[in-house]
């Protein structure tokens, strides 16, 4: 089966803080993508990033990072130095053979000023 | 580059009305697909259409929902009669490439409440 488990349901913190978004996953799948989305309050969900199972390099994109550990199954995200602006839901996302996407509960993220 | 449209971006209809749902892809995109959110769960898929046809509808929760894709352009949702299960946001998205590890591009959405 395959499966996306967000843990958090919801996180506040203070601005400039720095915040992790975890992201566990299940498949038996080899071969697989995984994604993150960020859905602002304007409700569109924008795609962040798109990580292969034969790549575990992390990335970094500016404020933005992302932790790909195979041998956890976990694809976390970090915000560096948050700002308000970063307030959304963010969806973590697996997709393997076919075209679905299977899509975590999401984790609402607030920065407050 | 115009993104993915959706439209009414909410609609408030009493259970047991009909409900239609449009979603306008980038242009080019073959592959459409729709998908929903219930009660701030998880996203779930509904269906896929690479143009016209509908390659995957496994996900379409009853025969209440009808998908249609004109010409491998547009396409609607229909829900016929809605219930209060229903509610939700559905969301569409499309994508040039087919087949997994391309992102998609979503719309905003549009939030349905059944009443």
């Known amino acids: 089966a395959q499966k996306v488990t967000q843990a958090q349901t919801e996180i506040s913190v203070v601005e400039k803080e720095d915040v992790t978004l975890d992201c566990v996953y299940e498949?038996?799948?080899?071969?697989?993508?995984l994604f993150w989305y960020k859905q602002p309050p304007s409700g569109e969900l924008v795609f962040l990033i798109r990580?292969?199972?034969?790549?575990?390099q992390n990335e970094i994109s500016g404020r933005y990072s992302w932790n790909f550990q195979k041998s956890t199954s976990s694809f976390n995200f970090t915000i560096t130095a948050s700002q308000v602006v970063d307030s959304a839901v963010y969806f973590c996302?697996?997709?393997?053979?076919?075209?679905?996407?299977?899509f975590g509960a999401g984790t609402r993220l607030f920065v407050k000023a | 580059e115009a993104g993915v449209t959706q439209f009414p971006s909410h609609s408030v209809i009493e259970k047991g009305q009909t409900v239609t749902l449009r979603c306008d892809p980038i242009?080019?995109?073959?592959?459409l697909y729709w998908y929903r959110r219930v009660m701030g769960k998880e996203i779930k898929f509904l269906l896929h259409?690479?143009?016209?046809?509908?390659?995957?509808e496994s996900g379409m929760p009853n025969n209440r929902f009808l998908a249609e894709r004109t010409g491998g352009t547009y396409s609607t949702l229909k829900v016929q009669p809605a219930e209060l299960e229903d509610s939700g946001v559905y969301f569409c998205?499309?994508?040039?490439?087919?087949?997994?590890?391309?992102?998609?591009?979503f719309g905003s959405g549009t939030r349905l409440t059944v009443v």
């Open positions: 498949t038996r799948d080899t071969t697989y993508y």
């Open positions: 259409f690479v143009k016209e046809s509908k390659q995957d």
């Open positions: 998205a499309s994508s040039q490439s087919a087949g997994t590890g391309y992102g998609y591009t």
């Open positions: 990580r292969n199972s034969f790549d575990e």
């Open positions: 242009s080019g995109h073959d592959n």
């Open positions: 996302a697996l997709s393997t053979g076919g075209f679905k996407t299977i």
